[in-house]
């Protein structure tokens, strides 16, 4: 990481590269020692946050939009993470465009009496294209600088280091990271088109990467977030490309029957998962990282499907009808053995394993219309995180276990959604024409 310091000759330079540095030692003071929040509480209570627009530090003129987009952009961020409620700027007492940004010019006494328990002030520097952002979290209560953060970049730069500090503020009140640097591949259905479509955490800047008038289904992030697996029915039948980020072509997966529901297994440098019927009926395969089958690892008269794993690999959660109706399974990969997961319902798919192991929410369809809910991997503790709001289906997790992405109904269209893991805030991900299906939370730093 280069921490040399960048002259305003030099400032050119940073079109080429996104950089930052934290503050040194005197600024870095803290720490006001919080609890973690427990992500899964449903009762969750929110911490107050004041965020007032950020103070243009050279040429306020020029700079105002910057600044208070950037305060925006913090805003938005902290509001999405769902751990955050944000005080209403007008109801602040203090114009710190005219105070100050540092503790010193502070009356901490006219944020907490607001209901602010924690001030961030930021303040701005704009050279051409060129930013510097200073960001500053306060304990309101205690008067105590928290932490601080520098960075330097581009001006189109400034989303990414605005969520590094959202990032780093999340872990220190919750112990967990990777939401901020993460991204979303969804099904995108409009205009006779089934393309593969990316967007950040939040929804912003949908890029789409993959476009078929054929069915395109089932995309699933690599582990190492640089490729994504998915069905397709661009050659007639139901064929497994793995599409490289930032790269062409589509290399192909094909064998006799249908390849569908591809997913990669942590842990093994590449290998994946995928329902095949080489041998006549629906059952999962283990595949070499090019692609080849290793091993056969379901075997049952009634299908198997939808396969997702524990984080560290060693299970695999899959949907069998070996029961008569659709249930979930767990499958230890090492003994073989077998144990059915869910009991309630009737028809119950899509699983997906929570990053911290030990839940996994899956789609529960009754009278015809799906519910999301989370199960113990044991078992117990069945949630209902859904209801009475069209059909929602297809969880994914955050890669830090917080947030759950699905699609819904709900509005009439399938459109994505994301809500707290549990159950709570559900509100739409994104607006776009047409309809959004079937997504999948990358892990922490997808590629771009």
Request: hydrophobic share 35%.
């Amino acid at each position: 990481m280069n921490k040399k310091p960048i002259c305003r000759l030099g400032l050119a330079l940073l079109a080429a590269a996104f950089l930052w540095q934290a503050w040194g030692p005197p600024l870095c003071r803290a720490q006001a020692k919080y609890d973690y929040i427990n992500i899964s509480d449903p009762f969750l209570r929110k911490i107050p946050v004041a965020v007032p627009e950020f103070r243009s530090m050279t040429e306020p003129e020029t700079e105002a939009k910057a600044s208070a987009r950037a305060a925006d952009i913090l805003t938005d961020g902290l509001t999405f993470s769902g751990y955050f409620e944000i005080i209403d700027r007008g109801a602040y007492l203090e114009d710190l465009q005219e105070k100050g940004i540092k503790g010193q010019d502070l009356n901490f006494d006219n944020w907490s009496d607001i209901g602010a328990e924690l001030l961030i002030t930021g303040g701005l520097w704009r050279y051409g294209d060129a930013v510097r952002l200073e960001l500053r979290l306060f304990d309101t209560i205690k008067g105590e600088l928290l932490f601080g953060k520098r960075y330097k970049g581009r001006i189109a730069d400034m989303r990414r280091m605005i969520h590094r500090f959202c990032s780093e503020m999340v872990e220190r009140f919750t112990g967990r990271t990777g939401l901020f640097d993460s991204r979303i591949v969804f099904i995108r259905k409009h205009g006779g088109d089934s393309s593969i479509t990316v967007c950040d955490f939040d929804g912003h800047n949908p890029e789409q990467i993959v476009s078929s008038k054929a069915i395109t289904l089932f995309p699933a992030w690599s582990p190492d977030g640089r490729r994504i697996a998915y069905t397709s029915y661009a050659r007639g039948k139901p064929e497994i490309f793995v599409k490289e980020l930032g790269a062409g072509g589509s290399p192909r997966i094909s064998y006799d029957g249908v390849n569908i529901t591809p997913t990669w297994v942590p842990g093994t440098g590449g290998k994946m998962a995928a329902t095949l019927s080489v041998s006549g009926d629906e059952e999962i395969y283990l595949l070499t990282d090019s692609g080849k089958i290793d091993k056969r690892l379901t075997d049952s008269w009634g299908i198997d499907v939808s396969p997702s794993f524990s984080p560290d690999g060693s299970e695999m959660a899959f949907v069998s009808k070996r029961s008569g109706s659709p249930q979930v399974y767990i499958q230890e990969l090492g003994s073989g053995d077998v144990r059915r997961l869910t009991y309630e319902g009737s028809y119950n798919t899509e699983p997906a394993w929570s990053p911290e192991g030990d839940r996994i929410a899956y789609s529960s369809m009754e009278n015809g219309r799906a519910d999301i809910c989370v199960i113990g991997v044991d078992g117990g503790s069945r949630q209902q995180l859904t209801r009475d709001s069209g059909s929602n289906e297809s969880p994914a997790w955050s890669p830090d276990g917080s947030l759950i992405v699905f699609s819904s109904t709900r509005s009439g269209k399938a459109k994505l959604y994301v809500m707290t893991a549990s159950g709570t805030d559900q509100r739409p991900l994104l607006d776009m024409p047409g309809e959004q299906v079937l997504p999948d939370w990358s892990p922490a730093a997808a590629a771009e």
